[in-house]
């Protein structure tokens, strides 16, 4: 372990590299001691650095790489001639051009931190972003240097028949001793964090897609064998996005071959390394027995963001990764894009919705918020967050819809044109929506430097007199770590106006029913004429930007809106925050220990909509459901965990009890058996039913209806539903635990289902969850060293089982702490997401503030705290 304490690193300090390196040659012979990794480097000073100072090469390296040898030119150097630090390796006196040569061990089957090379079930697999590449061999791992890549991999033939890398495979040798070579060749120049190795025992799921060009592409998916049937959705899933990438943004693919590969150990969903995206299993596999409809969606999703870096992000890559959000914000609202042209876009827009108010919200009122361009950071890999992923595409949106569908397009190709090739900024991104648009954009970069949700008052006057409505919006951002400050936003506020009747008024004398208010000052006034009163405004429509906006609704405003609104977007939030006002109301009432209640109109408005016909299954479903704990954590000025929970748990059974009968007859109009698709209208029709049981668990009626789809379920979707709907309920008595005996004995050979089992039973809301989860904590099923099983059972039991992880007794919080010191010591980048929780502590009430500080302390104390747990804790205590 280092004794120093972690560096920062600055946007500031970025300075071009000293040196290039053209090509890079690579041979892996891979052995079960170690493996061998002799690179070559055809270097070049940069002609772009003026830096007079700059005479050393510094490669980096991990502490882990053992250096072999290492010959410049051909000569090979004595300890002496370079310098071997902890995490680097320095070069003096090269020529103008310089060949380069090392070879160094290193040993994939201990490395746990699924970080450089590691193994996954017996294979080899790669994850080089951020900085797993110096894990590997010595380089200039940093995104603007862009290289030819070849690889040669050399394994025993018999055990790693399967032996792949980027780009075009070029030469196929069989060696002595049962040993095989194969070659690679990427022709496009790429950084580091994009190079891929994969060795094993894989089967290969073939198909082809002709480009529109004309060029036939090779589709391969590689699994292990029996996962054979779990291929045809992530393959359809990539032929759509290459259609779709061709049609909306004209964009081809490069290569003739484009692989997938899944594995079981995995930190995240998926990574996009050139021509060889390596995959989580849980972001590829589905089919219908196995794989939830939810699953096969964001598999749809996963795909299809991987296959757009190709674009965005490996063709036009970061030139630092302080630019993280050029391409990741731009290949979320790519993908988003798609999920909205495939599906439903209003369902995926809410859903889109919902995740960003619940987490990115809440990260940028916490102790780690940041700009979506930050400027420190201490360990990049802490950088994947919603902030530079979510908030970034919806600044993407923004710009989308500032600039319209036509003009963004242009403006998209000539960033594509004029920086390919590149490793670029945010900046020179901003500068091609200007340059195609010739819109001045210099107000809106703020949102890339300014941290924190910006709020926005909206007030109104209606003057009866002159039939005039004037709203006045009033925007402020609160002060963020290290951002006291800030200057206005550029807020694009789509709204309109729904009259009396329900109809939609005419905002201006061309009769426009929809107007996009943009502010730019803190102040801004709207007038509007000819407007008759009890007009109620529907603002920010579509979420047309990351904020908070505040109105104060009536309720039978709301109401009316959820009822009238034009906007399905709007009508939906309309009973969100419907359901949120009464929800912080009976908050307040069990904290002070007064009787809930609850009042006619949430009641009236659920009736209505259950018996709605113009509204669509999937809308319906989403309507129906309370905002989740977690967004009403995010959403209070000071948090009572339990008092929310008790709350909720009113409304829930209150709705429940009062529209039982027609939840029942939801329930059965849906419940309909047909032969299974995960597409929109069947997957709206599933959750539809699936939200009224979860209702109808509160009622008499719900365990027999729970055991009875569980029973005939012929999808994941209703069997795990089912399940979790029985093993919540305090009324399923032994039939949850028949359930859960069941299903395992059912799925035991499969993993991803192992998990959602795993996952069911950490959410469970009843008393003791905590010990069933420590009991699973030693079950076979488990182990802390796959990120998918950490994630199922401790990450869901501490981030969506609210009420027991805020148990006053601290038990939950202690249980959190003990798990992010193991994993410190196994994989630090997952110990460093699992925290976040913790992290949170200053919102919360006593005694569970205190509490969770505490805990989070312990974590600081911690002998040996990896630099991603130890920037996150610090930042947070
Ligand atoms: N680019 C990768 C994420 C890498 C995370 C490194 N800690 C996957 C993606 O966003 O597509
Ligand atoms: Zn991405």
Redesign the pocket.
């Known amino acids: 372990m280092k004794d120093a304490l972690p560096r920062t690193i600055y946007l500031e300090d970025y300075r071009v590299s000293n040196y290039l390196i053209d090509r890079t040659e690579l041979c892996f012979l891979l052995g079960d001691e170690f493996t061998t990794v002799t690179t070559k480097l055809h270097v070049r000073r940069n002609p772009d650095c003026v830096e007079l100072s700059a005479e050393a090469l510094v490669l980096d390296g991990s502490a882990s790489l053992q250096l072999l040898s290492i010959a410049v030119d051909g000569r090979v150097l004595n300890e002496s001639d370079y310098r071997r630090d902890e995490d680097t390796l320095t070069l003096w006196g090269l020529s103008e051009r310089a060949f380069i040569e090392t070879t160094v061990q290193i040993k994939p089957q201990l490395n746990t931190s699924l ?1 450089g090379l590691y193994q996954s079930r017996g294979m080899y697999c790669t ?1 080089c ?2 900085q ?1 590449f110096r894990q590997i061999t010595f380089y200039l791992d940093r995104p603007d240097i862009m290289s030819e890549f070849s690889t040669r991999i050399v394994a025993d033939e018999q055990r790693y028949p399967v032996l792949l890398s980027n780009g075009n495979c070029i030469a196929k040798e069989s060696l002595d001793d049962g040993q095989h070579a194969v070659t690679w060749h990427d022709p496009f120049v790429k950084p580091a964090y994009l190079f891929a190795l994969v060795a094993g025992t894989l089967a290969v799921i073939e198909d082809n897609f002709v480009t529109c060009s004309g060029r036939t592409i090779a589709l391969k998916i590689y699994v292990e064998d029996k996962d054979k049937d779990k291929c045809a959705h992530a393959m359809t899933s990539l032929k759509k996005s290459m259609r779709w990438d061709e049609q909306v943004y004209g964009r081809e693919y490069d290569l003739d071959i484009f692989m997938i590969v899944a594995v079981d150990d995995f ?6 390394n050139k021509g060889l995206n390596i995959f989580n299993t849980a972001a590829v596999l589905a089919n219908q027995a196995t794989t939830m409809d939810a699953t096969f969606q964001n598999i749809e999703a ?1 795909v299809a ?2 296959y757009f ?1 190709n674009w965005s ?1 490996n063709r036009v890559t970061c030139r630092d990764w302080f630019q993280l959000s050029l ?2 914000g731009f ?2 609202f790519r993908d988003a894009q798609f999920s909205a042209d495939m599906n439903s876009p209003i369902v995926k827009r809410i859903q889109d919705v919902s995740f960003l108010r619940t987490h990115q919200f809440a990260e940028d009122g916490g102790p780690m918020s940041h700009p979506v361009q930050p400027d420190a950071y201490m360990e ?2 802490n950088f ?1 967050t919603v902030t530079i ?1 979510e908030k970034g595409a919806e600044l993407i949106g923004m710009l989308h819809s500032m600039l319209g569908v036509e003009t963004f397009r242009q403006a998209s190709d000539l960033y594509f044109e004029r920086h390919d090739g590149q490793a670029v900024t945010i900046e020179d991104f901003v500068v091609a929506m200007e340059d195609a648009s010739g819109r001045d954009l210099q107000q809106f970069r703020r949102w890339y430097k300014q941290s924190g949700t910006p709020r926005v008052d909206v007030k109104s006057v209606y003057s009866k007199s002159r039939r005039e409505l004037t709203l006045t919006f009033q925007q402020a951002c609160p002060a963020t770590p290290g951002q006291v400050e800030k200057a206005p936003f550029q807020i694009p506020i789509r709204c309109g106006l729904i009259d009396a009747k329900g109809m939609p008024v005419a905002l201006n004398t061309a009769g426009d029913e929809e107007l996009v208010v943009e502010l730019t000052e803190e102040t801004h006034q709207l007038v509007i004429d000819n407007v008759e009163a009890g007009a109620v405004p529907s603002l920010l429509r579509g979420f047309s930007a990351p904020v908070k906006l505040n109105y104060a609704y009536t309720s039978d405003e709301l109401a009316h809106l959820m009822a009238h609104d034009s906007d399905g977007f709007n009508r939906w939030d309309a009973g969100q925050q419907l359901a949120i006002n009464i929800l912080n109301e009976q908050t307040e009432n069990s904290r002070a220990a007064r009787p809930l209640q609850l009042g006619g109109t949430l009641v009236e408005t659920y009736r209505q909509l259950l018996s709605s016909t113009d509204v669509d299954a999937g809308m319906i479903a989403l309507m129906l459901q309370l905002p989740s704990e977690a967004l009403l954590h995010e959403n209070a000025g000071e948090v009572y965990p339990l008092a929310i929970h008790d709350a909720r748990e009113f409304v829930k059974l209150t709705l429940a009890a009062m529209l039982k009968e027609p939840l029942f007859d939801l329930y059965q109009r849906h419940n309909q058996r047909q032969v299974y698709a995960p597409d929109a209208q069947q997957i709206g029709s599933r959750s539809v039913k699936n939200a009224a049981l979860d209702y109808l668990m509160l009622t008499d009626v719900g365990v027999e209806l729970a055991w009875q789809q569980f029973c005939d379920a012929n999808n994941m979707t209703d069997q795990a539903a089912a399940l979790r709907a029985l093993v919540s309920c305090s009324a399923s008595g032994d039939l949850a635990t028949r359930a859960l005996t069941q299903f395992e004995k059912q799925w035991r050979d499969e993993t991803l289902v192992i998990n959602l089992w795993l996952q069911i039973q950490a959410t469970d809301q009843r008393r003791g969850t905590l010990k069933r989860v420590e009991n699973l904590l030693t079950n076979d099923h488990f182990s802390l060293k796959n990120p998918n099983k950490v994630r199922s059972l401790i990450g869901a039991y501490c981030s969506a089982n609210l009420v027991n992880f805020h148990a006053v007794s601290g038990e939950g919080y202690a249980f959190l702490a003990d798990y992010v010191m193991q994993l410190n010591g196994i994989n630090p ?1 997952i110990a460093a997401r699992l925290v976040t929780p913790l992290t949170r502590w200053r919102k919360y009430a006593q005694p569970h503030g205190q509490l969770m500080h505490g805990a989070l302390q312990q974590v600081a104390d911690h002998p040996g705290l990896a630099k991603d747990v130890h920037e996150i804790v610090v930042k947070s205590l």
């Open positions: 970080n994850q972003e951020a797993g930190n995240m969903g998926a990574m996009e996963i963001h991987e870096h992000g391409k990741e290949t979320v990049i890999n994947y992923y980048q």
